[in-house]
């Protein structure tokens, strides 16, 4: 797909550089390629990829970070690279660990930083009770075991660092009660004309 067509795809969500687009273009391309073997995501629509994966993630992206700066991300349960790898596109200061314990996923994941020459990025292939160090922020998207995966979420974060939730309307009562040691603002809704939200908040400080 060229990268015209992408840029007014992605136009709500965000606007992007021709070298941003380029590395888009060929990400979906690799995406559906493996997807045809491993089951990366149900979307096999070009155009539905671009707007529901990318779109969304490149607006989270950029919300996060509406300027460049220096932090350390956890994409938990990355999965076929949402939002992590755009997030590693769109902001190269920002060091991205990908946290997929499933081999099959993390090797395309490894395979897409190869192809996106992304140096800001790399695959952790095990559990994320695992990961050894606390981040500035850890971002979720479409996991399992919600809410396991949210408490995992807060505890790899460190004090005064952030979480970033991609959800629905009704997991929102729910992620707000499951760690009440993170200060939620108000949630953002992603565009594209459902209701799904980004969730963010701030991790409070211990106290000892």
């Not at 941003?20 to 979906?28: F, H």
């Not at 190869?114 to 160090?133: D, M």
């Amino acid at each position: 797909m060229e990268s015209a067509t992408i840029a007014a795809l992605l136009k709500p969500f965000a606007e992007l550089t021709p070298a941003v687009l380029a590395k888009t273009s060929a990400y979906v391309e690799l995406l559906l390629k493996w997807n045809a073997k491993v089951n990366l995501t149900a979307v096999r629509d070009r155009e539905e990829i671009i707007t529901r994966h990318f779109g969304e993630s490149f607006f989270a992206a950029r919300t996060l970070f509406p300027e460049p700066r220096s932090e350390s991300a956890v994409d938990l349960g990355s999965g076929a690279g949402f939002p992590g790898l755009p997030l590693a596109m769109l902001r190269p200061e920002v060091e991205v660990t990908l946290v997929e314990s499933n081999s099959k996923k993390a090797a395309f994941l490894s395979e897409a930083i190869r192809v996106l020459e992304l140096g800001n990025a790399r695959v952790f292939s095990r559990r994320a009770e695992a990961y050894p160090t606390r981040v500035d922020l850890v971002t979720m998207r479409a996991v399992e075991e919600f809410e396991r995966a949210v408490r995992l979420a807060s505890d790899l974060v460190r004090d005064g660092g952030r979480v970033a939730l991609m959800i629905g309307p009704s997991q929102l009562g729910k992620a707000r009660m499951l760690v009440p040691e993170v200060k939620w603002q108000e949630p953002w809704p992603l565009p594209g004309g459902g209701s799904r939200l980004l969730l963010a908040g701030i991790k409070s400080v211990s106290r000892v």
